[in-house]
């Protein structure tokens, strides 16, 4: 098992910026594909970021390519997300997972999820 928790968000203004941490505990997470994604009331949960097991090959949806950044520290067993430029539109929980696989990150089907952060970007 592994247990994500993600932390960091708030309330910004328009432009600017938050990091998101997502710590893992109960076993590490070195070995799993992590990604982020975000959710809006009433609509589906979104695919924003991912990242391989070394770290070596992060990858993003097409939103955020330009402001946002996907890191790991596999030593400290936490991912992050560094959230620069931020709009209205991108507030919603993001939520942290682990999954086995590239291709389960990216379809959401990760074998774990954290409880999300909420992230309110004002204007």
């Known amino acids: 098992q592994v247990r994500l928790k993600e932390s960091g968000g708030g309330l910004v203004q328009a432009g600017g910026s938050l990091r998101l941490h997502c710590a893992a505990s109960g076993r590490t997470f070195s070995g799993y594909y992590m990604g982020w994604f975000r959710q809006v009331p009433g609509k589906d949960r979104e695919f924003v970021a991912g990242?391989?097991?070394?770290?070596?090959?992060?990858y993003y949806a097409d939103f955020p390519k330009g402001r946002f950044t996907i890191s790991r520290d596999n030593a400290k067993d936490t991912v992050y997300l560094q959230m620069n430029n931020l709009k209205p539109e991108d507030t919603a929980v993001y939520y942290c997972?682990?999954?086995?696989?590239?291709?389960?990150?990216?379809?959401?089907?990760?074998?774990?999820w954290g409880q999300g952060t909420q992230v309110t970007v004002s204007t």
């Open positions: 997972a682990a999954a086995v696989s590239q291709a389960r990150v990216v379809a959401g089907l990760a074998e774990y």
């Open positions: 990242i391989s097991s070394t770290g070596s090959s992060p």
